[in-house]
């Protein structure tokens, strides 16, 4: 039958035109389609690889991460009650040390007023008796500018200085 | 094998209604395929304004192959394209069918081109239509693999993601490439990804053509024997030439016991010879009896004609229903063809390449 017997023409086109496209698309078709879409899954598959890498490593910096955060808050607790303490400390350390140094700035204080004072009051002595002999020596030069009353001091004072040497 | 049970019931009714129902040309109007009634014997000789018209007849020229392409008919006159006949004898004769006689050629009852005096068919490397078909599918095909191909060339696939065409033709190209590597193994199936490609593309385009109703589709080119015994001889030779030490071992020298060793090899290698034969059956036989089936459909509305306008009517619900239907399930069968194949050449590669472990 007309169906079943392979015409010649048609198998001589076919096998011509089959061999040269098939020709042409081996050498510039196919593989390079199928190359660059082997290699993107190949990239896809790496990087799926890598995320799943990426996420386990991530997963152990955030216990490790957790861990640390943990370390670091019982750290903290610690120096800062030791801060407390150390705080505590040196204020009272400080309160004492100022007492000491306010009681002994207040010794010094009253050593030296004392001191001031006895000066001050050697002082005032020195001049009081230097004004009273500035004024006995008036006093006497007016006193002895009259005859009589020379005499009458002379004698006075040395009964005057009788009177000391009996009394020392 | 449904399909090769329907395509035989369904000669055996084309005979028998092509003989008993003849119509008149001028009410036959299709409402499926605009040019499938009105199709007439392309042979030259034949009166084209015969008033009886023979279905089996009209179906196995839409079937066939012809000397040139017939597009429809318009205000009675055939549009169609004329195509170059070229024969081979005492050199080479170029010439249209029309003017057949003048070069000193006929047609015989298949309505192939013999010697007008000798009667003898000549070497005949005409441009049929489906030869013509042949050449717009494939370079079509060629333009758009290289159209594709020049997108991975032009992009960076590792950056982006295919557009346009090569959206398209990446997932039928890389289920090819998969299956490739599935059947033949890792080891050297990159050899053969293009070739097995290349069948699937083709035969998937030309089943696809093969169902368009119009031009530039409608040749039956996968319903072929020529074509397909060409693509099930490309996987013959394929797997044959690339065959590995183990798997001639396995064909001439099988490990069986002693009362087999002379039967095995000629069993093995008239199996070896059987795969293409099925190859070439299958396809063939698959994608004809689509085209018969759609046919006979459309072809249902002109054997019911005589008896009346209702009906005719109710009929031609009917098959413009079931065409529908057929032409849904062509679409499936084109792909499941194509896929298997492609599917089929992988294992009988993989068969080949096979390797001690």
Redesign the interface.
Same mark, same amino acid.
């Given at each position: 039958m007309?169906?079943?017997?392979? $015409?010649? /023409? &048609?198998? *001589?086109?076919?096998?011509v %035109?089959?061999g040269l496209? *098939?020709f &042409? &698309?081996?050498k *510039? /078709? *196919?593989? %390079?389609?199928?190359d660059?879409? $082997?290699?993107?899954n190949a990239?896809i598959a790496q990087s799926l690889k890598d995320a799943d890498e990426i996420e386990a490593r991530m997963a152990a910096w955030k216990t490790e991460h957790a861990q640390m955060l943990e370390e670091t808050r019982r750290q903290q607790s610690a120096m800062l009650r030791e801060a407390t303490e150390t705080k505590a400390r040196i204020v009272a350390d400080a309160k004492e040390a100022a007492k000491a140094e306010a009681d002994k700035i207040l010794s010094d204080a009253k050593l030296q007023i004392a001191a001031e004072k006895e000066a001050a009051l050697r002082d005032v002595r020195k001049e009081v008796a230097l004004l009273s002999v500035q004024v006995a020596e008036k006093v006497l030069r007016h006193e002895m500018a009259k005859d009589g009353s020379q005499r009458a001091l002379m004698d006075q004072l040395v009964e005057e200085a009788q009177d000391a040497n009996i009394r020392s | 094998m449904i399909l090769t049970l329907l395509i035989s019931l369904l000669l055996m009714q084309i005979s028998v209604g092509g003989a008993g129902n003849t119509l008149s040309s001028a009410s036959l109007r299709d409402p499926v395929r605009a040019n499938a009634p009105e199709r007439v014997s392309p042979a030259p000789e034949e009166p084209t304004s015969s008033d009886e018209i023979n279905i089996g007849e009209i179906i196995f020229e839409h079937i066939g192959d012809e000397y040139e392409w017939h597009i429809t008919e318009w205000k009675g006159k055939a549009i169609a394209i004329p195509l170059p006949c070229i024969v081979m004898e005492d050199g080479v004769h170029v010439f249209t069918a029309h003017h057949a006689a003048q070069n000193g050629y006929t047609f015989n009852e298949n309505g192939k081109l013999i010697n007008a005096t000798t009667g003898k068919r000549p070497i005949d490397l005409s441009i049929t239509k489906n030869v013509l078909a042949l050449m717009f599918s494939t370079f079509l095909l060629l333009f758009i693999v290289l159209w594709t191909a020049r997108w991975y060339r032009k992009h960076d696939a590792l950056e982006e993601a295919p557009s346009g065409l090569a959206a398209c033709m990446e997932p039928l190209i890389m289920m090819v490439h998969e299956m490739a590597r599935e059947n033949i193994g890792e080891r050297d199936y990159r050899k053969f990804s293009p070739y097995l490609c290349m069948a699937f593309l083709w035969i998937l385009f030309n089943n696809f053509l093969g169902i368009m109703p119009f031009f530039p589709g409608g040749a039956n080119l996968t319903g072929n024997i020529a074509i397909t015994l060409v693509l099930a001889l490309c996987t013959f030779f394929t797997v044959n030439l690339n065959g590995t030490k183990h798997y001639y071992k396995e064909i001439f020298a099988p490990d069986v016991p002693g009362f087999l060793k002379p039967i095995m090899p000629v069993i093995e290698v008239f199996s070896a010879f059987m795969k293409p034969v099925s190859l070439t059956i299958r396809l063939f036989a698959n994608m004809l009896a689509g085209h018969i089936m759609i046919l006979s459909m459309v072809c249902i509305i002109f054997i019911v004609a005589k008896y009346g306008p209702l009906m005719t009517g109710s009929m031609t619900v009917v098959s413009v229903l079931f065409g529908v239907f057929l032409d849904a399930l062509e679409c499936l069968v084109a792909f499941i063809q194509a896929y298997v194949f492609t599917m089929l050449s992988s294992i009988y590669i993989g068969l080949a390449r096979v390797h001690e472990e």
């Open positions: 007309n169906l079943v017997t392979p $015409d010649f /023409g &048609l198998l *001589f086109w076919m096998v %035109i089959f496209v *098939f &042409l &698309l081996a *510039f /078709g *196919f593989p %390079i389609i199928t660059m879409v $082997d290699k993107r990239k | -």
